[in-house]
């Protein structure tokens, strides 16, 4: 499969624990995306990298959020002291950048009791 | 004002009629213009990009673009209960970040 994948598909945690999540983007796709999207909306921009560069980053996004893409391929996410309200799905997409077509992955599903 | 709107719906046709999706911006110098489908439960799947004014079909869907009224619209001919999902519109003002629209629900009556 040459498409985006993510992991874990499901998180289950309690309030107040950290959790990383992962995407592997298409493989020659240099664009990497994070989304958060809760039920009802469409996905919401959280921050981008270009290669290994963290190029934009929302300004809605808390500072327990920080993501990393630390050789330009695979990326991951974390989530520290999560809250209630950070239960969503999380979606990851890549894109080139000279044709800005994202494409998603299956997204994790985060819930926080 | 948000960046994209588009009517939640649920909007409901029969077998075989012409489901009609609009969606309006409000960066006038966006380029970059999408739709996604989004089946309950999992992810966007790409249906169809648009850049320049005027139609762009593919199969039963066609995509059309009006940079002056900043709206952009998803037509799906002939539509089967498969079609049922939600339909997201998203845009890229700036080459960098895209926005979406919460969605419009679709549903496809046999």
Request: proline fraction near 5%; glycine fraction near 8%; aromatic fraction near 12%.
């Amino acid at each position: 499969d040459t498409g985006v994948s993510q992991d874990p598909r499901h998180k289950i945690t309690k309030r107040g624990q950290n959790v990383t999540f992962r995407c592997d983007p298409i493989s020659e796709h240099n664009r990497l995306y994070w989304y958060r999207q809760t039920l009802g909306q469409g996905p919401e921009f959280l921050t981008y990298f270009q290669n290994e560069a963290q190029l934009e980053k929302s300004r809605l996004l808390s500072d327990r959020f920080s993501a990393e893409r630390p050789k330009g391929s695979f990326s991951t996410l974390e989530i520290q002291r999560t809250e209630q309200g950070d239960s969503a799905m999380y979606l990851c997409a890549s894109s080139l950048v000279v044709v800005d077509t994202q494409y998603f992955g299956p997204g994790t599903r985060l819930t926080v009791l | 004002q948000k960046e994209v709107e588009q009517n939640s719906g649920p909007l409901s046709v029969p077998e075989g009629a012409i489901a009609s999706l609009n969606c309006t911006y409000s960066d006038r110098g966006s380029q970059s213009f999408f739709w996604y489908r989004q089946y309950s439960g999992k992810s966007p799947e790409l249906i169809m990009s648009i850049y320049s004014n005027g139609d762009k079909e593919d199969g039963r869907f066609t995509a059309q673009l009006n940079k002056a009224s900043q709206y952009v619209s998803l037509l799906i001919r002939d539509s089967q209960p498969s079609d049922s999902a939600t339909y997201l519109c998203a845009v890229n003002p700036t080459g960098n970040q895209f926005y979406f629209g919460t969605g419009t629900s679709l549903t496809v009556i046999p």
